[in-house]
Structures are given as structure tokens and as C-alpha cells.
């Protein structure tokens, strides 16, 4: 379950990336945020650093998934032992 915040932020995150493919630069995306009176999460007008800092934050996370889905753990056994208490 996604909070309402999550959700829209998902959903401006997507929009941009969606500009950013079909070919738009930082700026334009920026212009068009700004057009459609889409703010930042801190309430601020979208410039062409904040288009930037989306899309490289969503890189860095696609990435990061992806290495520790991939990662492999070494098995490694404890010291275990058993106890048995009488009450």
C-alpha cells in the first residue's frame, strides 16, 4: 500500500521520464512541469536540476535493485546450542 505522497510522486517521476525518453532536454521538461503547475515534493516550480536529480535518483535505484537482487551471499553457520529450562 502506497501513501498518497508515494503515489504522486511515482506518478511525476514516470511523467518525466516519459518527456525524458521521447527526447525532451532538462529544461523543456522543466517548462512543461512548470505549464502544468506540477511542484516539487517541497512545494517549489520544477527547473531543469530538479527534471535531473528525478531522473538520476530513479537511475541510481533501478541500479541499486538490481545488484542486490543479483547479489550472492556466502553461508556461513554460527555457534548454535540448545538450552532446556524447567519452569
Do not use: P
Amino acid at each position: 500500500h502506497l501513501s498518497i505522497r508515494r503515489q504522486r510522486q511515482m506518478c511525476i517521476r514516470d511523467r518525466i521520464k516519459s518527456l525524458h525518453d521521447s527526447g525532451l532536454g532538462y529544461r523543456r521538461i522543466a517548462k512543461r512541469l512548470r505549464d502544468m503547475n506540477i511542484k516539487t515534493a517541497r512545494g517549489s516550480v520544477f527547473k531543469n536540476n530538479n527534471v535531473f536529480a528525478v531522473i538520476k535518483r530513479y537511475e541510481e535505484r533501478q541500479v541499486r535493485l538490481r545488484e542486490e537482487r543479483n547479489r550472492k551471499y556466502e553461508h556461513k553457520w554460527g555457534k548454535m546450542y540448545l538450552t532446556f529450562e524447567r519452569k
